[in-house]
């Protein structure tokens, strides 16, 4: 079983809970297939810090039990949501509620990458 709070997202087994990643709060969570395996990952919009607060995306392979991170600290905030049914990442100047690019995201060769991230 998996749970989603603002704080973070877990996974229950038999085994007890694990903490699959927090934030800042959790903002968003959506599962989708990014790696090609036929299994979703946890994809998150978080916000993280104390004093400087950045907003990013996290993405977690529940199956091969790995976390990915798309930020770049008070430069750009990252924000995921879904566009004709298909999950966007969207990309603002640090602070700014303003869209400078948006992209798709892929895990390939064990590497997060954005697509098609155009101005």
Avoid at 9 to 15: F, H, N, P, S, W
Avoid at 44 to 69: E, L
Avoid at 85 to 108: D, W
Wanted: charged letters at 25%.
């Amino acid at each position: 079983m998996f749970s989603w709070t603002a704080e973070k997202v877990t996974a229950t087994d038999e085994v007890g809970e694990k903490e699959l990643f927090w934030g800042m709060p959790v903002w968003s969570v959506y599962l989708v297939d990014l790696s090609g395996d036929g299994l979703p990952e946890f994809c998150a919009t978080i916000s993280f810090g104390s004093g400087i607060v950045d907003t990013r995306v996290v993405v977690f392979d529940y199956a091969a039990d790995k976390q990915y991170v798309l930020s770049d600290r008070a430069h750009y905030d990252y924000f995921l949501s879904i566009e004709d049914e298909r999950l966007v990442v969207t990309q603002t100047k640090y602070l700014s509620s303003e869209p400078r690019a948006k992209g798709s995201l892929t895990i390939i060769n064990d590497e997060l990458i954005v697509n098609g991230m155009v101005n």
